[in-house]
């Protein structure tokens, strides 16, 4: 049963194609235990770069029936959660995470909770820590985004710039320092630990070369509604915010909200932000009937004043800086002087004066294109 449910997940992708044949062909031997191996060897088969890893890559958060959030562990650099709805027929899935490895793992561990198909994925931004795991998904898997979101991938902006950077260029230099650090070690636990580390970023660099930009199939301006089974999921653009093009993926019935990176239990990234469409999109965000929010990092949230503690650190951070702005202050002035200190209870790594300086960079950028 487990080979037809991995062959179900796999068939069609470039990855699965020729070890989901290899598995239908030799299901006529019909041993149990040729068909354990024969498990393994599809999985090993259909394992793409840089997906070893020692135990789970996620922590599967059920919060209602059917609806979990796949938290990365660590054991496999995956950066992005996933958010997973089970419908009567078929799953959707939102967000493929930093690499084909990424989305490989999630699809494997899925079956520990499912044996339906993966039909539907959701980018919620086209950030490389939520869609680059996209050329996983067999072809008849419409995989959906926002028209901007979908212009980015394509045109290669989640395969540059600032996000990608950030989460893929700096690995290489992470790696040399770990080196340096296990050759300045001798204490044997820290060597463990390090040794540990040094295995998991070597093995997201090498799923990193792997990705395809894989752009979604269909996309939407305002909003979607898909009706599978007894189950409801609006697929919903209310505004500009963390980007140009985050969709939120909202349950009515079962009162779940999935937010990708527009509302986190941190302050989101903000190198591409509209600062203050982001505060009228939140607003727009309140008029829904939610309890629980699956945001695109970190554990499910449960406090809808989220929203407000995020509009009152943009309009804050807004604020300051735009009016040092005015004063002819530089950026990095600014970004050592603005204090947001006062949102500490809220965002606890806020620890003194100063903010980074990419949001300051994004603010003074949009305030000189208004001149
Ligand atoms: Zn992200």
Same mark, same amino acid.
């Given at each position: 049963?487990?080979?037809?449910?991995?062959?179900?997940?796999?068939?069609?992708?470039?990855?699965?194609?020729?070890?989901?044949?290899?598995?239908?062909?030799?299901?006529?031997?019909?041993?149990?235990?040729?068909?354990?191996?024969?498990?393994?060897?599809?999985?090993?088969?259909?394992?793409?770069?840089?997906?070893?890893?020692?135990?789970?890559?996620?922590?599967?958060?059920?919060?209602?029936?059917?609806?979990?959030?796949? /938290?990365?562990?660590?054991? $496999?650099?995956?950066v992005?959660?996933?958010?997973?709805?089970?419908?009567?027929?078929?799953?959707?899935?939102?967000?493929?995470?930093t690499?084909?490895?990424?989305?490989?793992?999630?699809?494997?561990?899925?079956?520990?909770?499912?044996?339906?198909?993966?039909?539907? /994925?959701?980018?919620?931004?086209?950030h490389v820590d939520?869609?680059?795991?996209?050329?996983?998904?067999?072809?008849?898997?419409? +995989?959906?985004?926002?028209?901007?979101?979908?212009?980015?991938?394509?045109?290669?902006?989640?395969?540059?710039?600032?996000a990608y950077d950030q989460v893929v260029g700096s690995v290489?230099?992470?790696?040399?320092?770990?080196?340096?650090?296990?050759?300045?070690?001798?204490?044997?636990?820290?060597?463990?630990?390090?040794?540990?580390?040094?295995?998991?970023?070597?093995?997201?660099?090498?799923?990193t070369?792997?990705?395809?930009?894989?752009?979604?199939?269909?996309? $939407?301006?305002?909003?979607?509604?898909?009706?599978?089974?007894?189950?409801?999921?609006?697929?919903?653009?209310?505004?500009?915010?963390?980007?140009?093009?985050?969709?939120?993926?909202?349950?009515?019935?079962?009162?779940?909200?999935?937010?990708?990176?527009?509302?986190?239990?941190?302050?989101?990234?903000?190198?591409?932000?509209?600062?203050?469409?982001?505060?009228?999109?939140?607003?727009?965000?309140?008029?829904?009937?939610?309890?629980? +929010?699956?945001?695109?990092?970190?554990?499910?949230?449960?406090?809808?004043?989220?929203?407000?503690?995020?509009?009152?650190?943009?309009?804050?951070?807004?604020?300051?800086?735009?009016?040092?702005?005015?004063?002819?202050?530089?950026?990095?002035?600014?970004?050592?002087?603005?204090?947001?200190?006062?949102?500490?209870?809220?965002?606890?790594?806020?620890?003194?004066?100063?903010?980074? $300086?990419?949001?300051?960079?994004?603010?003074?950028?949009?305030?000189?294109?208004?001149?």
């Open positions: 049963m487990r080979v037809l449910r991995l062959a179900r997940f796999l068939s069609g992708s470039r990855l699965g194609r020729a070890a989901t044949l290899g598995i239908l062909a030799a299901l006529t031997v019909s041993a149990a235990v040729a068909a354990a191996s024969l498990h393994a060897t599809a999985l090993q088969e259909a394992r793409p770069p840089g997906a070893d890893y020692d135990g789970d890559a996620f922590t599967f958060h059920k919060v209602r029936e059917g609806v979990y959030l796949a /938290v990365p562990t660590g054991n $496999l650099t995956a992005g959660n996933a958010s997973v709805v089970i419908n009567d027929d078929d799953v959707l899935i939102v967000d493929s995470h690499s084909p490895a990424g989305a490989w793992a999630l699809l494997h561990e899925l079956q520990r909770i499912t044996a339906k198909p993966v039909r539907y /994925v959701v980018n919620t931004h086209f939520h869609v680059h795991g996209n050329q996983v998904y067999p072809k008849d898997v419409q +995989i959906i985004s926002h028209e901007f979101t979908r212009e980015m991938i394509a045109t290669g902006r989640s395969w540059s710039g600032h290489p230099s992470q790696i040399s320092k770990l080196e340096r650090q296990l050759e300045a070690t001798t204490d044997p636990g820290d060597r463990t630990d390090l040794l540990r580390q040094l295995r998991i970023r070597k093995n997201f660099l090498a799923a070369k792997a990705v395809v930009p894989t752009p979604p199939n269909v996309t $939407l301006r305002d909003r979607m509604t898909l009706y599978r089974g007894r189950r409801e999921i609006q697929l919903l653009f209310l505004g500009r915010g963390h980007t140009a093009g985050d969709v939120v993926v909202y349950l009515p019935k079962e009162r779940v909200l999935m937010t990708g990176d527009l509302l986190l239990k941190t302050v989101p990234y903000m190198h591409d932000c509209y600062p203050l469409d982001w505060i009228a999109t939140l607003e727009r965000l309140k008029q829904l009937d939610f309890d629980v +929010i699956l945001g695109g990092h970190w554990e499910p949230l449960l406090e809808r004043e989220r929203i407000d503690h995020l509009q009152a650190y943009l309009r804050d951070l807004w604020s300051q800086a735009s009016q040092m702005h005015n004063e002819g202050v530089a950026a990095e002035e600014a970004a050592r002087r603005i204090d947001l200190r006062s949102h500490a209870a809220h965002y606890p790594n806020i620890k003194g004066l100063g903010v980074g $300086l990419v949001p300051v960079q994004r603010i003074y950028e949009l305030l000189d294109q208004q001149k």
